[in-house]
């Protein structure tokens, strides 16, 4: 049998279990992936006799690894793009495609590593990836092996665009793709990577962009084939007040009725952003169980607005965070999100309205629940050991009376340690399995060609 590995003398162990029960001076153990006890330090001591590792954890708190719902690993390489700046989502949009048809298997490998690089930093140990973008040569394939190399829990789906701007929809023809063949490559890629198995490494989902992006057709037969597959269901829905417009002319009538007649609601689907949903849209996400990506950054940066989050966490909305993609953040920090969506409810709803811990619970079990994680999100024995430390005794933290509350209020820059499925991912602030000047000089390789498509 493997030893156990030992973490303990934690200032706060914050578990984000249905209690909500955070130790002091706590300590964590597991073995083989998996979390076998969760206490105090005293009540793990004896562990410590059969344990191959110990951790102290002295000055620093302890969370479940963070959890991200929506992201475009690719655009990592198209932060701060001139021209790209200041503009609203679909101006926004039609200044990066042409750039990004332009992406080759290695740019795609690049990027996506230097996403991970970053989540994995800062704490994130699940991440899907909504990737939709396919350039002669690119396939799913390219940012699945970049994942398995960073060491994260990796969900990556199948996107798609398929109506160009010939025949009414945003993005350019040239990067479109053909829709039997969207199918027949989601089919390939389910089959050859989707792992179902409690504590998996790699699933699939099926993920065509948004509504604006793809036919009616290949919504409904998207969501056909992933539930006949049985795997979950990701787009971009009601993200801005264009979005509705788009829908309302196009289609007559609102994006949430829109994803309801196609079979696009459910505890199998999640969708991004949502800021512009309203009560009738609201009470069918609860009603049918139906999940939430909540990405406040983006939504800030874009101009799209401020999502209705109170009223549906209220209703009960399933709901995670996600930093979206890196061309609207444009960064990728999942403390910092938690902060932004606590800020922005209170600066429509009140301070009282939206505390640090519900944020908190949103970047952890939130975004477990949203994935359909229910193996991850929380330290508990039997959960998979997805572990993120943070030093708290550090400068941008330092000082915080509740340390918990300050993880949201005055976050670390970086996590200290991660683990995920109990294997170190960073330590002592550094990537463990891939190296740090390897993804850097491998992002700098594409963003040197990249940059001559300005
Ligand atoms: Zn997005």
Sequence with gaps: ????????HADVLACIDDAGTEIADGAVAWRDGVIVAVGSSAQLAPLAQEADEVIDARGCVVTPGLVNTHHHLYQSLTRAVPGAIDASLFGWL?????????????????ATQLGLAELALSGCT?????????PAGVTLDDSIHAAREVGLRFHATRGAMSVGESQGGLPPDSVVEDEAAILADTIRVIDRFHDAAEGAMLRVAVAPCSPFSVSTDLMRESAL??????VMMHTHLAEDADDVAFSLERFGCRPGEYAEQLGWVGPDVWHAHCVQLDAAEIALFARTGTGLAHCPCSNCRLGSGIAPLRAMLDAKVPVGLGVDGSASNDSGHLLAEARQAMLLQRVVHGADRFDPRTALRLATRGGAQVLGRPDVGALEPGKRADIAVWNVADVPSSGAWDKVAGLVLSPPR????????????????????????????????????LMTFA
């Design 414 to 449: 970086q996590a200290r340690d991660v683990f995920v499925e109990g294997r170190a991912v960073v330590r002592g602030g550094e990537l463990v399995q891939v190296r740090r000047d390897a993804v850097l000089r491998a992002a700098d390789r594409s963003l040197a060609r």
């Design 126 to 134: 699940t991440t899907s990836d909504h990737h939709y973008l396919f």
């Design 94 to 110: 039609k200044r990066l495609y042409p750039i990004w048809a332009r992406y080759t298997p290695e740019d795609v490998f690049a």
């Design 225 to 230: 084939l992933a539930r006949d597959k049985g």
């Design 1 to 8: 049998m493997p030893a156990v590995k030992l973490l303990h």
